[in-house]
Each structure stands twice: as C-alpha cells, then as structure tokens.
C-alpha cells in the first residue's frame, strides 16, 4: 500500500524535533501535523483491515 503512515509519522517526528531544537515553529508546526496525518492513516487502515476480515469471516453470524 506504499505509504502505510508509517512514513508520515517518521518524517513528522523529524520534522517536529528539527523545529523545536532550531526554534522554527512553522518547521515544528508541519511535524506535528504531518506525524497527527500518519497516525490517522494508521487508525483508518487498522479499521480498514477489521472490515474485511469481517466480511471476508462471514462477521461471526451465522
């Protein structure tokens, strides 16, 4: 699925930290914003996978 979140959350990371040590707040502001967008790509694919586990198992009814 190429970018999972993972990398999102990553480079937000960095991003977040390179701008708090430098005291560039735009820099740190974009972390943290790109490192929140990963971390809802994460949530979404998690539930995402849930769902079709479920549609796939039949959901546990019979």
């Not at 979140?5 to 480079?11: E, I, L, P, V």
């Not at 390179?18 to 694919?45: C, L, S």
Request: proline share 0%; net charge positive.
């Amino acid at each position: 699925m190429g970018n999972d979140g993972r990398q999102d959350q990553a480079s937000g990371k960095l991003k977040k930290t390179a701008g708090k040590v430098t005291g560039n707040d735009e820099m740190r502001t974009e972390g943290e914003t790109q490192e929140t967008k990963g971390d809802a790509k994460r949530k979404v694919e998690k539930v995402t996978d849930k769902v079709k586990g479920a549609v796939k198992g039949g959901g546990g009814r019979d």
